[in-house]
């Protein structure tokens, strides 16, 4: 465990650093939600995925855009992030992602994992796939009941065991989300995922946010979330591929200690995002409201609104909440993430303080 003092030197570093992102941003993710349809219907989907409607663009359109991303910022240190709804449920995804591929540009997934088998995951390796993360969250009876999915886990487990038979990717990665059903599952996922030898394990928090507001029970408690969080830190004492999400402050008594850098949210400042329909906004997790889109690519070109636009993000959320602006720790936390801010109360979803420290 790092000394305090430390900490406080880092952090202090990492504050001022987020002051300058402020002014001079750096595109560094690019997130592409290629469709809203999903073949699962999860409980804490914040995109209300499933069997809907999407409006979607076409592969000539992201070409389009992508080229001109490219042209406009170059693909030195870009990741293209893809996601949905599934991702693999377009049938014209392989065209899409060659394209992306054949510009230069780097790209990782997450994928529920259902869909692919090794003819999937060779495709995959051939579009130029470098990273990939799939979703299991608990043991077969809680994820395929969170995901609404009957036989959900073992295909998901399939999926992982095709990815790591074809080989060749940078990172396979599971990424498990947490709730009070499931916390118990914890150990036994461990124990899988290292008999199988994947690259690393994702774990996260269950948000109040989404369809999750609807079921209340799968909400962590506090002595969940402690749980949570010691068990992660034994985990990377251990040396084990184990990480905690980029979400959240954690205090003095976490940060450093669950993942591999302090909190910092990078929306609109490392982070842009492309909606199903083409809209522009930050981070996809973030609540979908009319101010926070900040124009449309099939309108508007891209540097431009990066360059101009996304100060709804360029800011400190703390400043809207007199407690938040009160607290000590508002020089490191900032008023938290922002897909966990109340855009309507002006005050966070969750925060650690009088849980973790």
Known sequence: ??????????????RQYRESLKVTPQLKHLFLELTLRCNEKCLHCGSSCGDVHSEELTPTQYQKFLAEVKGDFGVE?????????EPLLRKDFFDIMGSAAELGFHWGMTSNGTLIDDSVARDLKR????????????????HDAFRRTPNGW????DGIESLLRVGGFHAVQATTVVTHQNIGDLDELYRIFNDMDIDSWRIVNIEPMGRAKQYPEYLLTEDDYKYMFEYIRNKRIAGEPVTYGCSH???MEYEREVRDWYFLCTAGTYI?????????????DIERRPEHIQGNILKDRFKDVWE???KEFRRDLCE???KCASCQERQYCHGDSFHSWDFDKHEPLLCFKDILF
Not at 7 to 13: A, C, E, L, T
Not at 127 to 142: F, P, Q, R, W
Not at 154 to 157: I, T
């Open 154 to 157: 073992q295909k998901a487990m």
């Open 308 to 310: 101009n636009g996304f």
């Open 249 to 251: 402050y954690l205090g």
């Open 320 to 322: 809207e909440n007199e």
């Open 272 to 284: 842009a995002s492309i909606m199903a329909n083409g809209d522009i906004t930050a981070c996809l």
């Open 77 to 85: 240190n870009k990741m293209l992030c893809i996601t949905g709804g």
């Open 127 to 142: 579009v130029g796939m470098d990273t990939i993360s799939i979703s299991i969250d608990g043991l077969a009876e809680h």
């Open 1 to 14: 465990m790092l000394n305090v003092q430390t900490k406080i030197n880092d952090m202090n570093k990492v």
